[in-house]
């Protein structure tokens, strides 16, 4: 599924594989044998094989046929991956909303345009106490209450099997829960309820996206000629060991507009850590960037070709549309005959394999993930490649890709400015230091 | 209008200002002069004063009342800002959608949807060639004339007022057009009819957005201590002669959603440059990524607070709310009286504070935008602003801003993989190497 166009700026590819190939095989079995200790957080290799999990939310999504508008509320892990692929292969009639913000204005806007009757509301918190998850809950939890009788039938709370402040409101009240498997980290959980129980509801092949995930996971149990995400994990590797700090992530597909959205949370979040597993202060983590092609060639490409040599560009393509479109001929436009009676996805394909191309005559180097084309079995697939891929990159520079400890001082003075009880001494001291 | 988190990494802001004062000075003088040369592609200084274009474009909105879909056809600079600007303020009724991209699967569904008889199509493109946006022309177009028998009526032209393929073929059947000012590039077109006509339809207060954007070019003009973009640009150079080659821009806003993305071409691609004016080779630029607060706290933020030290990170934050949401008190969920009777502006500013300060402490640059509220003068002034940032950018880097020399290779390899007359040639060579 790799394209030729690896090997640019003097890597030989073969002899790198082979040079690493111990590295990687050390790589691929921790990874394999840690996986069902929970502390690891490798719950998310053995989620798509979980079958029971699947039939409870199809069975869930049947007795709701009433539903016209899911409103999911969850940001980061908890929204990128339902947004993805929803955006890619949603087919209706229930439309999705994603609350992944506390900006007042659009809220309010789409509290004013909801029918309560016909809405389900589902909160996904792993910890129950994400600020502005749970901020739009309790309003979304009022709205429904002041409009509904039976309004707890229109809630769905996804969170921690046992833990957490969601999980005992759902006892206490009798709501509706699915969990989120303790093991699985929020940018890798996408394959479980946190990402299928909305995805259920927007008409997604569920078991086709769940098949794509078991295939990946045969690929990472592969030798390494055949473990294609140890070996993109190598690439990535090897350029960022050559100075290059920036990782363009780049489908051709309006269809995948969000899909560079869920893998830079994935990549930035796992891979951008201060320290490594043996407490050495290190600062690993190439920056990746969205791009989507071909609409960024207008856009970004005249950076990426002439500017600095400082990043990789991964570039995914599809071999087959799923329908195409013919484009007509039209007297007095002939000097654009070049494109009279071609279709769409021929220019598409010819625009790639260009960009590509140009890319790797001015240095820049570029691969590409060729998928046989855009359903949930290949989508499937490619969210799990990634996360493998993840994976591996976190073996090979011995840091922990499955925390987030970075953002915890951001959430202290979140507290300490939002009056939280016990964060007064804090808030004293960034009063003191002008912020307020 | 700029924080104090300024100056962090030992830059001692005042006495910078200082030592740069008269290359600044020189760069805002040489803007100012070459501006009325229309080959020095600085025409957008003076669009914002052009009432005469504005009425034009609101003349055509008010005899167009039965439109409900506006269809753009129009890439990279042809869509952005109008995108930008329509998903922040936008107020209906009519729809706005953007053909962006050839992958054929969105467009066939949108042609699905669209009534033709309350449909208009703006297609738009200055030089009337790029290959993108004539597909689609050559597709709508037709789905007009087939649905329609007064099909002119609902196509509008934008393009050079003189030259190119879509000004001959407007003249030839009599079709309504807009002017591209010669002197004005795709990515600093929004506020002329690339940008108004779509806006006028999406009801945008386009006085505002002008007026807006002329109160920036007071201060592009103004003394150096009052110009803010000559500062900007400043702290852009300083960060990136520190070896900073990433620039995250990160509105706290999700109606701003599309503002990164007008922001990433306007950067990228007036300032990634491989020659400088003297004809050496310096590939220039810094590389521009899109963050949204608070959503990318639960994204990115780990990787810029605990990553390598390469960013400096623009955030732009509001004073005022337009409108707010109280948070509501909920028996059960006490834990979250911190957030009982708060609204959601103040978790939304107590976020962006908590993050630029955490930033700070992490030693991660960053610098915030602070503007009143977001309404279209304010939203004017930031996209002027920041344009004048990026040709200040471009004179400190002696550079030309205003040209893209580097996606023609491209497009050359485009054509002969269509097959078009000429190309042969490249088309074997491309063959040769295998691609095809």
Redesign the interface.
Known sequence: MLS?RIGVEGIDWPSALTAHAHLLQTARDALWQRKSDPAEYLGWIDVPEDTESLRQVLRYREAHAWVEDLVVLG???SA?GAQAVGAALGRGPVRLHFV?????????VLLRTLDPRKTLVNVISKSG????T??AF??F??WLEQNLADWKKHLVITTDPARG?LRS?AQ??GLTTFAIPPSVG?RFSVTCPVGTLSLAFAGIDLEGLLAGARKANEQAKAALEHNLPAQTALIQHLFSQKGK??VVFMP????LRYLP?WF??LH??S????HNRAGQEV???T?A??A????D???????????????LINMVRFLN?????K????R??E??????G???????D??A??????LA??QQPNYTLTLDK?DAYHLGWLLQHLMWQTAFLGELWNINAFD????E?????????????GWEALAQE?KA????
């Open positions: 030729e940001i980061g892990g990128l992944d913000n506390v900006e007042p204005e659009p809220i309010l106490s994400t600020a502005e749970m901020a309790l309003v939890r009022q402040i409101y206490a009240e929020g700090n920036i051709y597909s309006t269809r959205d830079v949370q930035d979040e891979l951008g850590k201060m600062r690993t983590g920056t960037v969205r989507i092609g071909t609409t060639q207008h856009a970004q490409v005249q950076l990426f070709r002439e500017g600095p040599r400082d990043k549309p799923s329908e195409d479109l484009i007509p001929a039209v007095g436009l000097a654009l005959d070049y494109l009279f071609k279709s769409f996805f021929q220019l598409l010819a625009e394999k260009a960009t590509a191309h140009a005559k001015a855009l987030q400890p970075g953002v001082l951001g959430k202290e003075y979140t507290y300490a400015l939002m009056g939280r009880k960034l230091e002008g912020v307020g």
